[in-house]
């Protein structure tokens, strides 16, 4: 019993240990997805939901699969707490069906012209007043957060079944080649976005910069970055539910 105690205790400080290491990244990814939530709880609840997705990483990895805790656990992390934003349901149901009939309009105007539509184009076609449009993707961005995970479930992909691609690659050839695909679409539709809304994607999900800091590198408003942002993930949503 007293070696058993010993190993608990043990086991328990690793534990202790590396919520204190990924810490900071929990509360990163915590203050950077709660930024523009009205409500002030958001960002202890996906930092108590972080470091729960933490926990699980730590229980459920297993090194002899090849892969490091590090991605184990920042994919965790991310779904923990975006299985948060789910739960609390932050948008309303009119503004996701708003949301659907955008994407549909983005659908059939690059059906009539050939390529992504202007902001300007989407709201004249769905006779909206510009600004009103300008607003309500503004606002989208609670949604969008949900989005590019969002993606992967728009192809009727399982989220367990993309994170195991993920962090093992896959053994069985179909289901690689299957994910494959899909990434291989996903990076052309991006390729294919306007300008400043493949800058701002890249940005923000891989230098890791914050709305704010995008707005200072484009020299336009923390608004606009988010209606930039937003516009982006609709056009990328509408794209591929056309093509899935």
């Not at 479930?153 to 691609?165: A, F, I, L, N, Q």
């Amino acid at each position: 019993m007293i070696i058993l105690s010993g190993y608990a205790a043990a086991k328990k400080t690793d534990k202790e240990r590396l919520i204190e290491e990924y810490l900071p990244v929990i509360k990163h990814f915590a203050y950077k997805i709660s930024k523009g939530f009205d409500d002030e709880t958001t960002t202890d609840d996906l930092i108590s939901a972080g470091i729960l997705g933490l926990l699980e990483a730590i229980e459920k990895f297993d090194p002899t699969r090849g892969a490091q805790l590090k991605t184990f656990a920042y994919l965790r992390i991310r779904g923990a707490m975006i299985d948060e934003l789910r739960a609390k349901d932050w948008f309303s149901r009119n503004a996701r069906t708003k949301a659907k009939k955008i994407e549909e309009t983005i659908r059939v105007l690059e059906n009539r012209l050939g390529r992504h539509p202007l902001e300007e184009e989407i709201a004249d076609e769905m006779d909206m007043d510009f600004e009103d449009y300008l607003t309500f993707i503004k606002n989208y961005k609670n949604l969008s957060v949900l989005s590019i995970e969002d993606l992967y479930e728009s192809v009727g992909e399982d989220k367990e079944k993309m994170m195991r691609y993920v962090i093992e690659e896959s053994e069985n050839p179909a289901e690689f080649a299957e994910f494959r695909e899909i990434e291989n679409l996903l990076a052309g539709e991006i390729d294919r976005l306007p300008e400043k809304q493949r800058l701002v994607l890249s940005l923000y999900y891989y230098e890791d910069l914050n709305m704010k800091e995008i707005a200072s590198v484009l020299g336009v408003t923390e608004a606009r970055v988010c209606q930039i942002h937003s516009q982006a993930i609709l056009n990328l949503r509408a794209k591929i539910k056309k093509q899935t």
